[in-house]
Nanobody, 129 residues
Framework: QVQLVETGGGSVQAGGSMNLSCVVSADVSTNCMGWFRQAPGKEREGVAIVFISRDGPKRAYAESVKGRFTISHDKTVDAKTSYLQMDDLKFEDTAMYYC???????????????????WGRGTQVTVSS
C-alpha cells in the first residue's frame, strides 16, 4: 500500500508562514507530486503540483496562491519528498491539506484530480484573522 506521510500544519495568524512536507517511498512510481486542499463546505481543490519532467521540474499553482505558495521537491535513494512553503497566509487558506502523487499526471497543469493516483490522509492548516 502506498503511503504518503505528511508533516507540518497547525495554526498560524494571518500573514504568517507555514511549511508542509510529504514523504513518499522511493519505489512508488511518481511523475508529479503536489497538494490539494478542502475547506469545510467546499469542494476539494488543487493548490500546487510539480511535474518532474526530463527537462526539469514544472510547476502549476492555483490562482489564489500564486506569489504566496511555493512547491518544491527532492529525491534520495530511499524517498521522494515534496514541500509546500506557504507565506502571507490568509484566513481563506484554512483547510485540510492533502499530499498527492501521480504517475501519468494527466491534467496536472490544470490541477485536476484526474492527475492524481495517491492521496495522503491530510493535515489541517488553520489561519486565524
Amino acid at each position: 500500500q502506498v503511503q504518503l506521510v505528511e508533516t507540518g500544519g497547525g495554526s498560524v495568524q494571518a500573514g504568517g508562514s507555514m511549511n508542509l512536507s510529504c514523504v513518499v517511498s522511493a519505489d512508488v512510481s511518481t511523475n508529479c507530486m503536489g497538494w490539494f486542499r478542502q475547506a469545510p463546505g467546499k469542494e476539494r481543490e488543487g493548490v500546487a503540483i510539480v511535474f518532474i519532467s526530463r527537462d526539469g521540474p514544472k510547476r502549476a499553482y492555483a490562482e489564489s496562491v500564486k506569489g504566496r505558495f511555493t512547491i518544491s521537491h527532492d529525491k534520495t535513494v530511499d524517498a521522494k519528498t515534496s514541500y509546500l512553503q506557504m507565506d502571507d497566509l490568509k484566513f481563506e487558506d484554512t483547510a485540510m491539506y492533502y499530499c498527492v502523487t501521480g504517475y501519468t499526471c494527466r491534467g496536472w497543469a490544470l490541477l485536476r484530480q484526474s492527475a492524481i493516483d495517491n492521496w495522503g490522509r491530510g493535515t489541517q492548516v488553520t489561519v486565524s484573522s
